[in-house]
């Protein structure tokens, strides 16, 4: 990852300088001038949208484990078994 969305919140030299440590580079998505009603912004909702499949399993949902590193085995569980369920899913669609 080489590129981090995000929101108007993250405006200004800290916030960069903190990305750059990291080796990101940041972009803030900013609403258009002409706001009508509901607008959907590109690119920002990636992280959030797979932090919410996350919590669907039971055990991600609260921080029931003493060790991080038992925190991220059970990330790493989850999201391959999200990945084999769309792999299924997508070898049953193609003919």
């Known amino acids: 990852m080489q590129l981090a969305d995000v929101d108007q919140g993250y405006p200004g030299a800290e916030p960069e300088q903190a990305a750059?440590?990291?080796?990101?580079?940041?972009?803030?998505v900013r609403l258009p001038e002409a706001k009508k009603?509901?607008?959907?912004?590109?690119?920002?909702?990636?992280?959030?949208?797979?932090?919410?499949?996350?919590?669907?399993?039971?055990?991600?949902?609260?921080?029931?484990?003493?060790l991080p590193a038992t925190v991220v085995?059970?990330?790493?569980?989850?999201?391959?078994?999200?990945?084999?369920k769309q792999a299924v899913a997508a070898a049953s669609a193609t003919p």
């Open 20 to 28: 750059q440590a990291h080796g990101l580079a940041l972009e803030v």
């Open 37 to 66: 009603g509901f607008v959907l912004l590109p690119r920002r909702w990636g992280g959030k949208r797979c932090l919410a499949w996350a919590v669907r399993f039971r055990r991600l949902v609260r921080d029931y484990e003493r």
């Open 73 to 84: 085995e059970r990330h790493w569980v989850a999201f391959v078994c999200l990945l084999i």
